[in-house]
């Protein structure tokens, strides 16, 4: 069943291969376990220290008495629940946004045939080649003073649902799939009497379920990590989500504190990725080959 | 459902209309021009919401960064033309150069140790053959860490004192360093996060790229005497050349961009050693209050990654049409 590699599965099955390959492997499994999971174990395990034991040199690989008020401390005093509701508030919002006007917005594009469409479809993958950050100024300026209607978006969650919006990656990936669909299909729900929405509603979601979990993800994951312009938009620190509140909170606050809440921040993001692992890990590697 | 079930419905009775006229069957009294004008009226408001984003958050920000980078720009009260005014500013700013050695340092060294290392990884798991799925998940782990949680992680590892790196260095019994603190070090420290905090999404990919190297190449190869470097050389990269190139690409793109590690870990300094673009582009703004200067930036920083970006999407486009 498996396929060939470098090395042929002749060589593996030597006494030689065969041991030259279990040392490669436990290594491999050493360097891994090093550098991607002690970094988190140093994480957790440093929240339960006492604050003397966090900063001893040389410093100590088990927690000498283990204190869950690094965690407790955290949550009262860093008033994470505040910040956390925040982020998913901020996340929910921009990912419901994002479903109804992308999907729509695709769908008239890929089927609808609206006047200009080619325009308007080269507008929008134009922005593709404008590297987002570099353009956050400008677009800062826009949603503090919005055109014609001059009123300002800072401090308000519509101030990241709404420029999370204008995604052309998602939305070019829900146009390329939709276009898969053959027209009869439309025509035949049409012919019954289904009139558009009812047609996107009834037929083209449900067999487009793959691609709206693909964006789901890359939209959740997309405003729950970024911080560049949640920290321009959020001057108030009550609105402020996780990640900019750690960053203006970590310098007055003690380490261990500090710490359980850099913890409790990736909590909800590692647990998504843990549970939906093999389908995000499966549209990392399906997405790239396909381009 | 219920529809979709249906064997397929004869043609419509306008099939027999001229190309580019709508192929639907007229279900509503009127002339053909009401008819255009109801169909474009329905398209356009499934396509107004997210028209009216891109306009507003995307487009018309565009054209502003252009505007105002020949502005003197207050907000609330808007700008005056200024000419070039800010370019030379901006230029005569011992920052401007520092930030873009920086952040050119920055690109090359998280090209070298950003491919490099992922591609090395992708290698060698690729020749494993137990525990895959423990590995991939293992190594994007990072990945879903928000940037900031890694960025604060790494500034602990960092700590001259109580920081792991040292404490690392000191077990060893080698000289301890000041990493993110000394001014030749602290490009390269970030450059370490970045990577630690990226390369899970980089490792996926190529391994995807490898396994889709068909198993006969290396068997010639094998027959014809190659060894296992020679494997890699003549089969392994020439056929992952194409998804390599990408990457770089996209990575160049990326790190052009770098602001979080800089600003969370080091504050630009020491001594200015890890102001990037980006970073000053938002000090001119929220520092300085100088939106001019800040969008005289940006658009240089637009500009040239705007070549990348191009090359990236010609090299897509043209592939896909191969496929």
């Known amino acids: 069943m498996s396929v060939r590699t470098l090395v042929s599965p002749l060589t593996l099955a030597r006494p030689r291969g065969r041991a030259v390959y279990w040392t490669v492997f436990t290594g491999v ?5 090093l550098a991607f999971l002690f970094p988190v174990y140093w994480m957790v395990t440093g929240a339960m220290k006492s604050p003397d034991e966090v900063v001893r040199t040389p410093p100590t690989l088990v927690p000498h008495a283990w204190h869950l008020s690094g965690y407790t401390d955290a949550w009262d005093l860093m008033d994470l629940p505040t910040h956390l509701w925040n982020t998913v508030v901020q996340a929910t919002g921009a990912w419901l946004l994002q479903l109804v006007f992308c999907t729509a917005a695709a769908y008239a594009l890929s089927k609808l045939r609206p006047a200009f469409g080619r325009v308007i479809l080269g507008g929008i993958l134009a922005t593709l080649m ?12 826009t949603v503090a003073d919005l055109p014609l209607i001059h009123t300002s978006l ?24 939709f276009d898969q669909i053959p027209r009869d299909v439309l025509e035949a729900a049409e012919i019954d009497g289904a009139g558009r929405l009812r047609t996107l509603w009834s037929i083209v979601l449900p067999m487009s379920r793959p691609v709206l979990g693909v964006v789901s993800i890359f939209a959740l994951v997309a405003v729950w990590q970024d911080f560049l312009w949640p920290l321009m938009v959020f001057s108030d620190t009550d609105k402020q989500p996780v990640s900019v509140a750690l960053v203006q909170l970590s310098q007055n606050i003690p380490l261990t504190v500090l710490i359980a809440a850099m913890v409790i921040a990736s909590i909800p993001m590692v647990a998504m990725f843990l549970v939906f692992q093999r389908h995000i890990i499966a549209g990392i590697s399906a997405g790239s080959t396909k381009g | 459902m219920k529809t979709a079930s249906k064997p397929a419905a004869p043609p419509p009775a306008v099939l027999g209309a001229p190309e580019g006229e709508p192929r639907r069957a007229g279900r509503r009294p009127g002339g053909p021009w009401r008819r255009r004008l109801a169909e474009q009226s329905r398209a356009y408001a499934f396509l107004i919401g997210g028209l009216l984003c891109f306009a507003l958050f995307s487009w018309y920000p565009a054209i502003r960064a252009v505007v105002i980078a020949f502005q003197k720009y207050t907000p609330g009260s808007g700008g005056e033309w200024v000419g070039a005014a800010n370019f030379t500013r901006v230029f005569h700013d011992p920052e401007f150069s520092a930030a873009w050695r920086n952040t050119l340092t920055f690109t090359l060294l998280a090209l070298l140790i950003g491919f490099a290392v992922p591609f090395l990884m992708a290698l060698v798991l690729n020749e494993l053959r137990h525990a895959k799925a423990f590995f991939r998940v293992v190594v994007y782990l990072p990945v879903m860490i928000p940037p900031v949680v890694s960025a604060l992680l790494w500034k602990w590892f960092y700590d001259p004192g109580a920081g792991l790196a040292n404490a690392a260095l000191r077990f060893a019994h080698l000289p301890t360093s000041n990493w993110s603190n000394g001014a030749d070090t602290a490009l390269v420290s970030l450059v370490i996060v970045a990577t630690w905090a990226n390369l899970g999404g980089t490792v996926l990919i190529y391994l995807a790229a490898l396994q889709s190297i068909p198993g006969e190449l290396y068997e010639a190869a094998e027959l014809d005497g190659a060894n296992i470097w020679q494997r890699v050389r003549h089969v392994t990269i020439p056929q992952t050349r194409f998804v390599i190139l990408m990457l770089m690409l996209l990575q160049i793109i990326a790190t052009m961009q770098v602001f979080t590690e800089p600003f969370v870990i080091t504050g630009g300094g020491p001594e200015n050693a890890t102001v990037t673009v980006l970073y000053l582009i938002y000090k001119y703004a929220f520092l300085y209050n100088d939106f001019g200067g800040a969008c005289a930036l940006s658009v240089m920083l637009l500009l040239l990654l705007s070549v990348f970006s191009a090359v990236y999407l010609r090299l897509t486009r043209s592939t896909g049409e191969d496929a």
């Open chain 1, 29 to 33: 499994v050493l360097l891994f376990a």
């Open chain 1, 130 to 141: 404008v590297p987002a950050q570099a353009l956050v100024v400008p677009k800062y300026l």
């Open chain 1, 154 to 177: 800072l401090n308000d969650p519509l101030g990241i649902w709404l420029p999370a919006v204008a995604n052309a990656f998602n939305l070019y990936l829900l146009k390329r799939f």
